[in-house]
Structures are given as C-alpha cells and as structure tokens.
C-alpha cells in the first residue's frame, strides 16, 4: 500500500490502484491517517528538494561541441561518455532524492506503533514481553513498537483479560480515557468499552487503578473489582462469577432471571438472541455451562424453563416461556 500511495502521490497511480486506495483510505480512520502523513512528508519532500528545470537539446549541443573541436583542430579534447547524457543523470538523482525524502518523511511522521482490532472475533495476542492478551469482540489494543525496552505501555478500548508476565523494572500500565491500571504482573479482566466507565476485576496479584484527571487512585486484590466513572472511583468485592465468560465460556447462572441470562448469552457467543415474550421475574434458572456449545446450552434451558425459539437469518427469538 505504501508503494501505490507513493505512485499516487507521484500522479503515477492507474485508475484501479487510485481505487484500490480510496477503499482502503475508508476502511478505517487509522488508514486515513496513515495516507496523510504520507501526503505531508511528500510535500515535505517537494519543498526541500527544488531542482531547477532543465530544458537541453542534446543534438545540438553535440553539434556545438563538433565545432569546437572542428576549430581547435590542434588540441587534444577527451570527453567522458557519461557527460554527454550529464543532465539526464542529474533529473534521474533528484528523481531518485524526492523518493528517498518521501521513505523518511513517512517513517519520521509515522507513529510507531501496533494497532490489534477485533470485530465479531475473539483474538489471543502475545505481546512483545510474553504477557498474554485475549481480546474480546469489538475491541482496539494499541502500544508502542519499543514495547518492553523503555516501558510496557499500551491502550484499550474495549474489554480484555490480561494475563501479565512479572516485571519489576518495567510496570505494565493500561489507559483508557482518564483510567489507568497499573500492575508488576497479575491476570484480571479490564473493560473499557466507550461508556464513561472502566471495569476492573482482579483473578491473581494486585492492580492499581487510577483516576488521572482526579489523581486518585485505588488497590485491588484478587477477587476485587474496580470501577471508575465520571463522578467515582471505588472498590468492591466481586460477586459476579460471569465477569470473564466472554473468555472462558463457563457460565454460572444462580436463580438468574431469564433477560439476564440472554444478555450474558450474547456477550459470550456473539448472537443476536431475543426475548420476544414477557415473563415474570420467577422466570429464571440455576444452572452451569463449562464451554459448552450454544445448542446445547439453548437445550438445558429448554428443558428448565419450557422455552420456545425460533431461528431465522442468524437470530434466535424466544417466543414463549411455561415460567410466564
């Protein structure tokens, strides 16, 4: 993409690779980015290397210098094969110079940084200093290339489990909006999706949460879970056995109303499940799922709860219930 961006930008671009660029211009905003900081270090480049323009009639050059020779018939004249083609070779190197001020224009406005997105996938990443991160639906991760050499820094939007490899030296640090979360090296879950909140729960070890715009901040242990909003940061015990689901398909329903378990169903296998009855609050199952399919979990609750579906164009509807 680099090299067609270059030919654009030179007016060398074909018909099909401008297209070819315009689509991936809008696939998203970083790609937009990307192309601008292109375009400016070409225009950096045109403004530093300004070579005037050279308008030569070879032939009759030569034939000046026929007559030359013609004339001082008693000299002795030599003259190099490569002179005679000079200001060619000169268009050719500022040619050549305007690419070379491209190249590092591009690398000097570039960020250096590594861009994971996610869409309706879950991704695992290992990042550069063996921490393991799986990454939910819908979630951007972002750091530096220098990752682990100078600092361990990184940023989310969206949800992730960190499982963080231990590192005195190099604290791992998360930021979000105004949040941070600092840890050594710990597992727990940060969920950072856009809303004016961030969600944190402890597995192992010990994490700091911070509010950088208030400067306050608050320790969590394991089994911990903080939250930071716009007016709060505060700590509580976790007692939702469902905060990781998404990652380990366990899940743990205790008396659990059926509307939230269709939304904890969403989350953890990415459908488009719909209850299209009322029902009543007695209306709810106790009940655990250990990475068991969709199916089969739809089945268990059938029987539970005396659930009548239907599916169509991906989408489960559930449209009657015996606990109404």
């Keep these: 993409m680099e090299i067609l961006i270059t030919k654009q930008l030179a007016g060398e671009a074909t018909a099909d690779e401008t297209a070819e660029i315009t689509s991936w211009r ?17 225009e950096l480049g045109q403004r530093e290397i300004k070579q005037p323009k050279i308008n030569i009639d070879i032939d009759a ?61 879950i991704e695992t990443v290992i990042l550069p200093d063996g921490s393991q991160v799986e990454l939910n639906r819908n979630t951007t991760l972002t750091y530096d290339d220098d990752f682990n050499s ?20 190099l604290p791992f640090v998360i930021t979000s909006d105004q949040a941070e979360v600092k840890v050594l090296g710990t597992s727990f879950n940060v969920s950072a999706k856009g809303e004016g909140s961030v969600e944190v729960v402890v597995e192992s070890g010990k994490v700091q949460l911070s509010d950088v715009s208030r400067n306050e901040s608050v320790a969590l242990n394991p089994g911990d879970k903080g939250l930071l909003t ?30 939230e378990i269709v939304t904890l169903l969403n989350g953890v296998y ?30 268990v609750l059938e029987e539970l709860l005396g659930l009548v579906y239907q599916e169509a164009n991906g989408q489960i509807e559930i449209i009657g219930a015996e606990c109404q």
């Excluded at 100078?150 to 030296?169: C, H, I, M, P, Q």
């Excluded at 209850?275 to 007695?282: A, I, Q, R, Y």
Aim: net charge negative.
């Design 230 to 259: 716009s007016t709060e940061l505060l700590t509580e015990i976790n007692d939702d056995p469902n905060f990781n689901a998404w990652s380990t398909k366990k899940l743990v329903f205790n008396n659990t109303e059926l509307a």
């Design 26 to 42: 809008s696939q998203n905003e970083a790609n937009e980015a990307a192309f601008k900081k292109m375009q400016k270090a070409f």
């Design 61 to 121: 050059e030569w034939g000046h210098f026929n007559n030359l020779v013609a004339e001082r018939s008693t000299k002795t004249v030599s003259i190099k094969p490569e002179q005679a083609s000079r200001f060619s070779v000169m268009q050719l190197a500022a040619s050549v110079a305007l690419l070379i001020a491209v190249a590092i224009g591009y690398f000097y406005f570039a960020d250096s940084t590594t861009t994971i997105q996610t869409a309706d996938n």
């Design 270 to 299: 990415g459908q488009q499940i719909s209850l299209k009855t009322e029902v009543s609050d007695n209306c709810a199952a106790t009940v655990t799922f250990d990475n068991q399919e969709l199916d089969a979990v739809l089945l």
């Design 150 to 169: 100078t600092s361990r820094n990184l940023t989310l939007d969206g949800e992730a489990f960190f499982d963080v490899k231990r590192n005195k030296s």
